[in-house]
């Protein structure tokens, strides 16, 4: 009988690497694994109403391009992206305002991508980045693996303060400003526009870049459409606009583009290179004929409707269902609004017992850069239909009654 061979000495595991050690998950993703069952009612996750996809439209383009493309749409594909779905993006930006060619743009697998490609292409571990306070989640995932020090721009309810920006950046020295203009994600707020051409001196004038996310912009329910910031004088030549398929096709086709100036363009487009090679060469080519052959305004005409209503529903049901003293705005379009309880509430701490009611939000809390504000909350409107708004609605005030009773009964002071 052979002896057994002997057990090797081995040194530890290598550690992961600093940054993916210091950042944390999204709450809003543990979040929707929490309520993933059928029966809640979520107002957290901003997820796109699925009964209002196109499906039939985008089965067509799938099907046209397999049928007459095959071993173009199955091969691989350019980094930069399928010039036709490039040409068709660059005219849309160009009815909207923005004079744009398809060389000005760059595919992306969804805008999230290009938020990663652009913190790749122009951040140095330690490098400053301002953002918005609140702040969209991912973009604080983004910073946080590329290195950088993220440094909050206080808000109020019109949006970015231009004045603190400018304080804030004459003191920092920021490499790089993102925000979201237009019906903000957390908050739902847009920048007027003397705030867009504040935000473009100063960022001329302090020599800093500016990624201006517009996932939301085309979900105008009311008032009149604003221009980009890329627009404005100052920011044309230091300004990447990123865009989404998510939100007005469907999040599944995992779609985004940037538009940037050539030397950031092709920087970007080198990263994406080591990334994932390019996007999807099918996905593109179907998105590519759905925008040929199929009216995506009609489409968008009927997902705002939709959205209004639902929007409605929920401003309705808020007073029955917050807390009095609770405070909310009120967004022309986008996918959210954002509530603050009174003072002394906690929204992450009565979440738990409001999801053993079957609904949920997000708590505001996360999404702050600075100092929190534990009594924000975000609700999402576009999921449910408003019958399901108003139940929901309805679970949720009774959830925070449980809660409110739940904690106060706890040892030590509660603060309700």
Request: glycine share 8%.
């Amino acid at each position: 009988m052979s002896n057994p061979a002997p057990r090797l000495a081995s040194a530890p595991v290598p550690e992961l690497a600093a940054r993916a050690a210091r950042t944390g998950s999204s709450p809003v993703r543990d979040i929707l694994a929490l309520t993933a069952r059928p029966e809640v009612i979520s107002f957290a996750g901003g997820l796109p109403a699925p009964e209002l996809f196109d499906a039939e439209g985008i089965s067509t383009a799938f099907r046209e391009v397999l049928a007459q493309a095959p071993r173009r749409v199955l091969q691989y594909s350019t980094s930069e992206g399928d010039p036709a779905l490039r040409a068709a993006v660059a005219a849309r930006t160009t009815a909207r305002g923005l004079p744009t060619d398809a060389d000005d743009l760059l595919v992306t697998t969804g805008s999230q991508q290009g938020l990663t490609l652009l913190a790749t292409a122009l951040l140095e571990p330690g490098d400053v980045v301002l953002v918005e306070d609140p702040c969209y989640l991912a973009a604080l995932q983004t910073f946080s693996l590329a290195g950088a020090r993220v440094v909050p721009v206080p808000t109020d309810d019109e949006g970015l303060d231009p004045a603190a920006l400018d304080e804030i950046a004459a003191r920092e020295n920021p490499k790089l400003l993102y925000l979201i203009p237009t019906f903000q994600n957390p908050t739902g707020r847009t920048l007027n526009a003397e705030r867009r051409a504040a935000v473009a001196e100063v960022a001329a004038r302090r020599g800093l870049w500016i990624a201006e996310d517009d996932p939301y912009g085309e979900l105008r329910f009311e008032g009149e459409p604003q221009r980009w910031v890329a627009s404005f004088p100052g920011a044309e030549d230091r300004t990447a606009l990123l865009g989404s398929f998510s939100k007005v096709m469907a999040p599944g086709l995992r779609l985004g583009t940037l538009r940037a100036p050539a030397g950031l363009r092709r920087a970007c487009a080198i990263a994406k290179q080591a990334a994932d090679l390019h996007t999807s060469t099918v996905d593109q080519a179907a998105a590519a004929r759905y925008l040929a052959a199929s009216d995506l305004d009609a489409h968008l005409a009927r997902v705002r409707d939709a959205y209004r209503e639902r929007r409605d529903a929920l401003l309705a049901g808020l007073p029955a269902a917050l807390p009095e003293g609770s405070r909310w705005n009120r967004p022309a379009g986008g996918m959210f609004v954002w509530a603050t309880l009174p003072a002394g509430y906690d929204a992450t701490a009565l979440l738990p017992e409001v999801v053993r009611h079957d609904v949920a939000y997000v708590p505001g809390a996360p999404f702050f850069a600075g100092r929190p504000d534990p009594a924000a909350i975000r609700l999402s409107f576009v999921t449910h239909g408003p019958a399901e708004i108003a139940e929901g609605l309805r679970r949720l005030r009774t959830g925070l009654a449980a809660a409110e009773n739940l904690l106060s009964r706890e040892p030590g002071p509660a603060g309700y």
